[in-house]
């Protein structure tokens, strides 16, 4: 562990704190303004409170990200398991593989079996390795995987996501990083994103809920970036 002790006992304080502030307010989840506000003022980030929240089925998200928050509860209410709220950082086009990354909030139950959880200073903030405390562990390379964002277009709401199989991550990063192999073309996916200006926060869920987010986008009217759907146009309010 390279957190400090002292890191270590403000951190279970946070935990108590956002149980109260959920319990008051009755709240589903938070999303937490950790970067860059959090640290001049409570001196930890809070990555491993996130963590724990997340585990306990409040699900939160990082970085003031309420749609990404809002996202992580439906992958959540849809497949019953942890939303894990990432970054897409990286393809492999020959695998048609993609790699989803955070600097060290994913629940401790999405660890690959056989991995240990590390505390430990945050990679990025000031330089990195200044202040606790994060997880650090890959997450499972198995089983099917749903990515996901719900946010907002030059349309009005709307609803992307791509299937795919968890694979075992070749990633040696802080924090956590979960391995994809992608149904549809790894380039489709990318193009989708950057052509759409989709927002670099998603979320990503142990389980193929593909269905029901269609589902969910046509009870709601939201467009849909499909990934996987045939044809040219990814697009279609009420698929």
Known sequence: CDATAAELDQAGGLMLAFRQIAARERL??????????FTPHYGIMPCSTI??????????????DIYGTVTMLIA???????????DFIAIDEERNEGLAWHCGSAATRLMAQGACNRLGKHATVEGGGKRGVTVNFPIAGEGPVTMARLGVGPRGMR????????VPTRANLPGN?????????????VETIIGEG??????LVQADIRDD????????????LDVDACGPSLTGKGF
């Open 28 to 37: 589903a989840g938070f999303a937490v303004k950790c970067w860059p506000e």
């Open 51 to 64: 963590s724990r929240l997340n585990d306990e089925g409040l699900l939160t998200a990082c970085e003031g």
């Open 76 to 86: 959540n209410y849809l497949s019953g398991r942890p939303a894990m709220f990432a």
């Open 159 to 166: 609803l992307f996501f791509a299937g795919g199989q968890a």
């Open 177 to 189: 990083s979960w391995s994809v192999r992608f149904d549809a073309p790894i380039r489709r996916l």
């Open 198 to 203: 989709l927002e670099h926060h998603t979320a």
């Open 213 to 224: 987010l269609r589902r969910v986008a046509r009870w709601l009217d939201l467009e849909t």
